[in-house]
């Protein structure tokens, strides 16, 4: 898989508490990734109508040529993003979408906003729901072009204080398994691995397969099943900024009996989301993987 990223078109949009203040998500994106989105990626934004009120008002950006206003929320700026992530002309498409999505907002549960996550999964597009994971995002895609890796972030990226959750759906575990062998050594050198129910189980077989029984035996720790509150111990974990990254495998073509457990896992990154990232289709994290280890690479 080619490291070097393309001149990315990006959706940006921001829940209300993620723009207005000084401090507030958006601010601190747009600032810490200026290098990254100005120097070295140089991507198209697409922005929906309030949130590129509040780059301008916060002087975010300010001699940056590419940038396209789409509408306001209200008047459809978040559906015509879905359309975009679907569009099949190169020079209109999004490659990514970064909605920094605040869980008490009514607006992040609309059906545009759900839709536009949905899709992004389906298409294989990278949907950025929190300032952490865009902000990781915009760095390793900077890595990937050359660009010296950012100190400021390098405690977040020394994975041997790290814990990272893998789940998946069953329709998927396939997936995370073959993902896993692939990029075994970079997962081994976190410091935690967990995982619900039959992918945990599933996982430690790999290991034992990779390590030798007794060494690969709890090389994941393992939770409950999602059904059964997997996902909610790991919440948990997430809150406690305890796991800092999850790789969550959706199967976005089912009916899901535990949708509102999967809802509280990205919720729970959500109301973190300084510290949490959430990732759920099988070419990002492809992807994400492969830049990672770049990354650390370049640090080691």
């Known amino acids: 898989m080619p490291l070097r990223s393309p001149r990315y078109r990006i959706g ?3 829940n209300r508490a993620h723009q207005d203040a000084p401090d507030s998500a958006l601010v601190r994106l747009l600032q810490g990734g200026q290098a990254a989105i100005e120097n070295q990626l140089q991507p198209r934004l697409v922005v929906v109508g309030r949130t590129l009120d509040a780059i301008l008002s916060h002087g975010l950006l300010p001699h940056y040529p590419s940038i396209e206003r789409f509408p306001y929320g209200r008047e459809g700026g978040l559906m015509m993003l879905v359309s975009r992530v679907v569009e099949s002309d190169p020079a209109k498409a999004l490659d990514a979408v970064i909605y920094l999505m605040d869980p008490l907002d009514p607006s992040s549960n609309f059906p545009e906003a759900l839709a536009l996550k949905r899709q992004c999964v389906i298409h294989g597009k990278p949907f950025l729901s929190t300032l952490a994971g865009a902000r990781e995002w915009l760095e390793l895609e900077a890595v990937a072009v050359g660009a010296r890796p ?10 041997a204080n790290e814990s990272i959750a893998l789940i998946a759906h069953d329709a998927m575990k396939g997936c995370m398994l073959a993902l896993a062998e692939r990029h075994f050594a970079l997962l081994d050198s976190f410091a935690m691995r967990c995982a619900t129910g039959t992918t ?11 390590k030798g029984e007794v060494a690969g035996r709890n090389w994941v720790r393992p939770f409950r099943s999602g059904p059964l509150g997997g996902d909610a111990q ?4 997430i809150l406690n900024r305890q796991c800092r990254r999850v790789l969550f495998l959706e199967d976005p073509h089912v009916a899901r009996q535990h949708e509102a457990d ?3 896992l990205e919720r ?7 510290y949490a990232s ?3 289709d099988v070419k990002g994290v492809e992807r994400w993987l492969n830049l990672l ?8």
């Not at 950012?150 to 994975?159: K, N």
């Not at 430690?204 to 397969?209: I, T, W």
Request: charged share 20%.
């Open 12 to 14: 940006l949009a921001a």
């Open 150 to 159: 950012d100190a400021t972030l390098d405690s977040t990226f020394d994975l």
């Open 200 to 210: 945990g189980s599933l996982l430690n077989q790999l290991a034992q397969k990779i």
């Open 234 to 237: 790991i919440a948990e974990l």
């Open 262 to 264: 999967i809802q509280l």
């Open 268 to 274: 729970a990154a959500r109301t973190v989301t300084d």
């Open 278 to 280: 959430c990732s759920s």
């Open 293 to 300: 280890a770049l990354r650390c690479k370049r640090v080691a």
